[in-house]
């Protein structure tokens, strides 16, 4: 498993503290991105174009959302579209989500039944 340069890092008070994201490549077609920190509305389009990058590059992205502490509507929203995209595009967003946080938001707003979810972050000799 190869890691990646993606750690999103934000200057002045916006810290890599708030989210950090990072990419590991599982074989040819398969990046997961773990996810840790707060996604607001700062931050959400760099999440969404950096998940939205992924997808693009591999056709299987596994988002693991189980460092999330504060999920915004505007994160909820990041999270909707790149999904959408990955649907038109033919490609697999499936995300790993255990963090209580996360979960009350999805389901809070009745999203959850629009992603894909797997149980945990597969090996690369899985898929």
């Known amino acids: 498993m190869a890691l990646l340069p993606g ?14 994201l990072q990419v590991a490549e599982h074989g040819p077609g398969t990046r997961v991105v773990t996810v840790v920190g707060e996604v607001d509305a700062f931050v959400a389009p760099e999440l969404a174009s950096f998940l939205t990058a992924q997808l693009i590059a591999a056709t299987i992205v ?48 009745g999203l959850r039944e629009h992603f894909m979810f797997i149980e945990e972050i597969p090996y690369a000799a899985v898929l």
Do not use: K, M, P, Y
């Not at 750690?7 to 950090?20: K, P």
């Not at 994160?75 to 790993?96: Q, S």
């Open 62 to 109: 596994v988002v693991d959302l189980d460092g999330v502490r504060f999920l915004s509507s505007a994160g909820l929203r990041a999270l909707f579209e790149v999904n959408e995209f990955a649907i038109r595009e033919c490609r697999d967003l499936l995300l790993v989500c255990h963090s209580q946080t996360a979960n009350w938001a999805l389901e809070a707003t």
């Open 7 to 20: 750690t999103l890092s934000r200057a002045g008070s916006l810290s890599s503290d708030i989210l950090d």
